[in-house]
């Protein structure tokens, strides 16, 4: 079955300091990853959208230059969070589109920041 | 290494029809299991469940929690089409983390 993998499972960094989360299909090609945020009560919330090979759509309110994600090929999306603060401590999930209908879910990696 | 895995990854049915989704975890603290409907931007939340064998229930939907055997099921009753969705599992534990199942592609044809 689909599987997506993130990496890692979960960082601890210091405030300042930028962070790199890897987003991988691992037995499909996708050609549109999502990432999604977890805010406190259980909601979880789109931040952007990327296509292989095209800039990512970020949602309202998601700032493009602080949360850089890079769709390079069609089994791999990067989220960098650039100078990282505590408020950006949160579980960050993938998802990756296979065609319209199928999208599978990554683990999530859960990020601490000091 | 703590794993949540759901079943099936899809599933097609017709309106009227019940549905049972599965999800089965690994774990180490286990601490609460959430269920998610997402259908266009961000998933929903559903439930969450932390006691063993209490039935939550939200009008066709419920769902149940059995951590002897370390799973939970959601059950869709007489369903429809816009119940079309993927259905997402998640753990969370007492560490504060956090894992997600690949979801579940609920299709409810007319």
């Known amino acids: 079955g689909a599987v997506v993998s993130q990496h890692p499972s979960w960082v601890i960094c210091k405030s300042g300091t930028s962070v790199k989360i890897e987003c991988r299909s691992l037995?499909?090609?996708?050609?549109?990853m999502f990432w999604y945020r977890q805010f406190p009560k259980q909601s979880l919330m789109l931040m952007a959208t990327?296509?292989?090979?095209?800039?990512?759509?970020?949602e309202q309110g998601v700032e493009k230059d602080k949360f850089l994600i890079n769709h390079a090929s069609l089994t791999l999306s990067t989220l960098t969070v650039t100078s990282a603060h505590p408020e950006d401590s949160s579980f960050y999930i993938c998802?990756?589109?296979?065609?319209?209908?199928?999208?599978?879910f990554g683990p999530g990696t859960r990020l601490t920041v000091t | 290494e703590d794993k949540v895995v759901q079943s099936p990854l899809s599933l097609v049915v017709h309106e009227g029809d019940t549905v049972t989704l599965n999800c089965s975890y690994e774990?180490?603290?286990?601490?609460?299991l959430l269920w998610y409907k997402q259908e266009k931007k961000a998933p929903t939340f559903l439930f969450m469940l932390?006691?063993?064998?209490i039935e939550k229930k939200s009008g066709r939907l419920s769902s149940i929690l059995d951590k002897k055997e370390l799973f939970s099921i959601l059950n869709i009753t007489a369903t429809q089409t816009g119940d079309s969705a993927i259905y997402l599992c998640?753990?969370?534990?007492?560490?504060?983390?956090?894992?997600f199942g690949a979801g579940t592609r609920l299709t409810v044809k007319p």
């Open positions: 998802s990756a589109r296979e065609t319209v209908h199928e999208q599978y």
């Open positions: 037995d499909f090609q996708a050609t549109t």
């Open positions: 932390t006691s063993s064998g």
């Open positions: 774990v180490t603290n286990f601490r609460s």
């Open positions: 990327s296509n292989e090979g095209s800039k990512a759509t970020y």
């Open positions: 998640a753990v969370g534990t007492y560490n504060n983390d956090m894992r």
